[in-house]
Nanobody, 123 residues
Framework: QVQLVESGGGLVQAGDSLRLSCAAS????????????MGWHRQAPGKERELVAA????????YYIDSVKGRFTISRDSAKNTVFLQMNSLQPDDTAVYYC????????????WGQGTQVTVSS
């Protein structure tokens, strides 16, 4: 099993920055963390959930959706089993609940999810 706990959300103004953290725990992650891809997703009111950024634990390869490229940075701290999402130049359209998720290598979908953290950007 893998447990994910997000933190770092809040209310900010347009142009501000936030850093989200996702702490991963559980025997499944401790033993096999190099096999996982970690992703940050978000869901705004009335919209479908979307994958915002992802990183492979072993190689550190990253993926971003176009709307956050150049503004958001995903990273991981292997010693702390923590994934970060640095969000700069936040805009009202970035307002959403942000979820951390973990996907085991070879799987189509994400297997484990955190509880989510609210990010609200005022104009």
């Amino acid at each position: 099993q893998v447990q994910l706990v997000e933190s770092g959300g809040g209310l900010v103004q347009a142009g501000d920055s936030l850093r989200l953290s996702c702490a991963a725990s559980g025997r499944g992650f401790r033993q096999y963390n190099i096999q996982y891809t970690m992703g940050w997703h978000r869901q705004a009111p009335g919209k479908e959930r979307e994958l915002v950024a992802a990183i492979t634990w072993s190689e550190g390869r990253t993926y971003y959706i176009d709307s956050v490229k150049g503004r958001f940075t995903i990273s991981r701290d292997s010693a702390k089993n923590t994934v970060f999402l640095q969000m700069n130049s936040l805009q009202p359209d970035d307002t959403a609940v942000y979820y951390c998720a973990a996907k085991f290598r070879g799987r189509d979908g994400y297997d484990y999810w955190g509880q989510g953290t609210q990010v609200t950007v005022s104009s």
